[in-house]
């Protein structure tokens, strides 16, 4: 399927010989139209219709388009209908219409233009519902603004997605923070206007240690398949089969943190046409695995991520800091872009020389999870009784939930906190990468969640949740 | 940093109490919000039922939910969280504890689990009279048990306990609601015992009861019922018209999945009205619409889109009604279900006939009556032998296939 709604001039000889074989069974519907929308969603699911039927649903298409053209141009429609629907020669229209032969020549001319421009404005909008519903399948806006020094790796990634004879099962690795999560999402929502998957689904663990069995019950219920806890696991697989095998879906499963090399057999039964990516910490020790490990980002990026997120976090000390103090930055932190924007989080509350001092205690590379709990800790200090409290309640919200400011208030009311004071809090956890916002407050919808690591850093040093696995 | 973590109990009641508001006033009616929430609220549910102070309104906040999340068809996640409440009856009040086995007995109904089912139901009856819960309450379990029967088509005992449900759900905490779904399972039960009268009586009871209590939900499949009847008595104009009802319902509270089934239903009429352009554009409206969905049962698809292929064939565009056909034929060969393809087979046949394909048209005949052969004691089975004998004989197959 074309990337995009076919170029006007592009489109036009493909309507016109649509046109000129009305009629014309031997001969193939154009390849453009084929592979529209208009179409494809007409043909059902049939996998390789006769070309009768293609031709069918083509002339009924364009009949239909031809009675929406008739109140713009009605002479025009008029003139179409004619000679291609009704088979009639020009000569054989001339009285009806009291045109000559040149006029009706020149009408029909424009008519056809006219016709391939609505039906490819047709088609734009179905392509744009189409991609509305996929996205739905992340169930999450993306909770970045911009990715730094992803081009490359973003673009490699869309390829091996739509690379349609290889990487079944493909694999983004990197240490927590990385940006796994990110690239991914921005990945996929760049090969989503190709409109090649059919369905996208997302499925954002909860515990990162699982197992096939498990994860297939997780799938099934995303899919929907109803009274699965009357299946075995064999049959829940083989229904997860019959749905993957049957339609390309790109299965998004985000949040493993050990190696996944015992999913892989189960996983590549379902694979092909469909395609799974999935986000680790670890790299799969083998397995029939693209894997894509996310390094460090290069100290360029890193500093514009640094100022980006500085800037729009107003830290404007930080955002305006000499190259030599984000250099200094870098060596501490190394390009890991969580720990960049909590390091930007401290510095409201304490001088970038202070943090630097407190970062030379650990060694960045070796010890990355000591790095995180100490600057975690640190973050934790620089908040306020309120915002410690709001974000002591945020691991009710688990990674694949909705919460908006409402619930978190709801969940706030041990406390006795207002709304507005909720939402203050929430914009300052914000600002400190705390916490992660995704949607848009324009269209009304704007809901919270927490980065795993910040979870991990709550439920083993601040606050004791029970887990939610029964 | 020597800390010792916070106790999230708290937190954890505060939520409940949060959900139990949120969900109180949406009034039952699973709305696109409560889609939003559901995994929240299920989370805050499942970490309550680990604490033993929160267990009680964790179950309180389950049971307020249940109407929702089986309307809204998100059930099959909650069967584990009603599992692990029932291991854990110490901790919550007696007068819960059957309607907790009573709504994990509805689950496993809807999981198709039928005789768990039954002793679920059993169970919580046998536990509210053994703790003398009130008679209302026992009339609920008795018409859950009702219509457990009546899909295991035990109609006897369908028939005795809906009777026994009836002479309580009408006196106690929302007994028009009770009065309403009761009536309807009633219906049900007399629809499938053959008494198609006291089947209406029935079904017109719990339409004016659920109209007036504004539950579209319930009302919509008592719409969908009432339907069902109207086509049994070739009184398809008006079964349209109750299928149309159904659909203004299920759209006005999110219940996809069966907004497409509303959507055949309508085909259906029109097919039985042999009005199969407009049969056609509602098959084809409930095909797009399946399509969109994740997920929508097999026998939903297959039965749209024989009917589409059927009433394509009806209007005489035979080579197009043959890829719907096909499609189909594959799908009831995958569900195994003989009869439907048989009748398939039958379509298709006449399909492949009327494009001149006599000899490949009347080899599938053959086959769809080899089939039903099979069923010779079942009344379907030889209907369709004695309707599809009629075209093998007209298109002369004996002798072609010979």
Known sequence: MPHNTPSFDDFLPAVTAALADWYRVDKEVPLLLKQSLLLRLKISETDEPLESVWRMVCNKILLAAIDRLAEVNPVGAKILRCRYADDLQVNEIVPELALDRHQIRRREKKAVQDLTRLLLEQEESLRQARLFQLLQGLSKAPSYDQLFGADETVAQLATELLAQDRSWLVVVTGMGGIGKTAVTDQTIRSIASNLYFEQILAEYLTTSDIQLEKLLRLLATQVGLPAQSGMTDDAVAEELSRIFKAR??????????????????????LANPSKFILTSRHRPTGGPFFVKPLTALSPKAAADLLRDHARRTGRLEMAAAPDELID????????NPLALKLVVGLSDKHAISTILRDLTEVKVEQQ??????????????ALGQEAQTVLKVMPMIPSSGKAELADIAGFCGYAGLDLRTVSAALDDLFERSLVEAHGSPWDGEKWYGIHSLTRTFLQTEIIAFPSDSL | MNHSRQDATPIIAAGLTYWSGWVEQLNRVPTPAFLGKHDLIRHTAKMAVKIRETRQAATELVLLTFPLIEASG??????????????????????????????????????????????MHHDAFELAVQLAIEGFMQGVILYQLAADYCLLQRFDLAKEYILRAMQFVTHGPRSDMHLGMSSYIRSQIELAAGDVAEATVWLEKSIEVLQRINQPVELARAYTGYGQILMAQGQFDKAIDAYQKSLLELERASSPPEVALAKYNIGCGYMNLEQFEQAEAVFREAAVFMRQQIWIPLIWQVQNTHNLGHVIVKQGRFSEAEAFLRESEAMWMQMGDELGLANCWDSLAEALCKQGRLEEGCRLYRKALALLAKYPDNPQAQAMVAEFSQPYAAFNCEELVD
């Open chain 1, 368 to 381: 990355i999870e000591h790095m995180y709990r100490h600057i975690y800790w640190k973050a934790w200090q």
């Open chain 2, 74 to 119: 998100h059930w099959p996640e909650w069967v584990s969280l009603l599992e692990t409440l029932t291991s854990h009856f110490d901790d919550i009040n007696q007068e819960l504890r059957p309607i907790v086995l009573n709504r994990l007995g509805q689950l496993y109904r809807m999981d198709r689990r039928f005789s768990e089912a039954v002793a």
């Open chain 1, 248 to 269: 390309p879906w790109l299965i998004w499963i985000d949040g493993f943190e050990a190696d996944i090399l015992h999913l892989a057999e189960g996983l590549s039964k």
């Open chain 1, 328 to 335: 200094t930055i870098y060596e501490k932190v190394g390009g």
